[in-house]
T-cell receptor, first 115, second 113 residues
Framework: GAGVSQTPSNKVTEKGKYVELRCDPISGHTALYWYRQSLGQGPEFLIYFQGTGAADDSGLPNDRFFAVRPEGSVSTLKIQRTERGDSAVYLC?????????????FGPGTRLLVL | AQSVTQLDSQVPVFEEAPVELRCNYS??????LFWYVQYPNQGLQLLLK??????LVKGINGFEAEFNKSQTSFHLRKPSVHISDTAEYFCAVSTTGANNLFFGTGTRLTVIP
């Protein structure tokens, strides 16, 4: 079946602009995660959804970052007033929540470049 | 808090030679351990995971890893590598109290013909 998809694959924006990154999880997966991977680093956790609600948003770096999942499927990560330091690959993952430590399946990521 | 250390940022190895990619973790609570692989221009793919039970875990593509609680390590091994194993490998941990993963900085494995 289809895996996790993310759009766009690449996004170039200017400092101060607003961006939205979209994630389509695997059908039926109730858990959804956002991670950020900076150059030369491992992915860093941002936020975790269980259904429609954000169960853990402790990884969001500041209030410019926000994510929603209104119908418990597609999620959108929103970044306001982008800064050059926001440039990174944003990864989305989903899992079937039948208990803890279900395998997370990752999408290919959105590469964000802030000029 | 948890942390993951991957001691080697780059590992070159000749084709058909054995390889070990090292991973050490730090945590004050029980952990679950994972290895992910990232091929060029692709998403992260799970190689194997340790949740409980046998400390030797076998994964896909001939990889295996051993959980050593006393040394807080989870090293990844393969007895004979192929060109197609060239990729970035990430070790990750999570805990019983959380669902998110903490990743190491990755090890780039380059298999030389």
């Amino acid at each position: 079946g289809a895996g996790v998809s993310q759009t766009p694959s690449n996004k170039v924006t200017e400092k101060g602009k607003y961006v939205e990154l979209r994630c389509d999880p695997i059908s039926g997966h109730t858990a959804l995660y956002w991670y950020r991977q900076s150059l030369g680093q491992g992915p860093e956790f941002l936020i975790y959804f269980q259904g429609t609600g954000a169960a853990d948003d402790s990884g969001l770096p500041n209030d410019r970052f926000f994510a929603v999942r209104p119908e418990g499927s597609v999620s959108t990560l929103k970044i306001q007033r982008t800064e050059r330091g926001d440039s990174a690959v944003y990864l989305c993952a989903s899992s079937a929540f039948r208990g803890r430590q279900e395998t997370q399946y990752f999408g290919p990521g959105t590469r964000l470049l802030v000029l | 808090a948890q942390s993951v250390t991957q001691l080697d940022s780059q590992v070159p190895v000749f084709e058909e030679a054995p390889v070990e990619l090292r991973c050490n973790y730090s945590s004050s609570v029980s952990v679950y351990l994972f290895w992910y692989v990232q091929y060029p221009n692709q998403g992260l793919q799970l190689l194997l995971k340790y949740l409980s039970g046998s400390t030797l875990v076998k994964g896909i593509n001939g990889f295996e890893a051993e959980f050593n609680k006393s040394q807080t390590s989870f090293h990844l091994r393969k007895p004979s590598v192929h060109i197609s194993d060239t990729a970035e490998y990430f070790c990750a941990v999570s805990t019983t109290g959380a669902n998110n993963l903490f990743f190491g900085t990755g090890t780039r494995l380059t298999v030389i013909p």
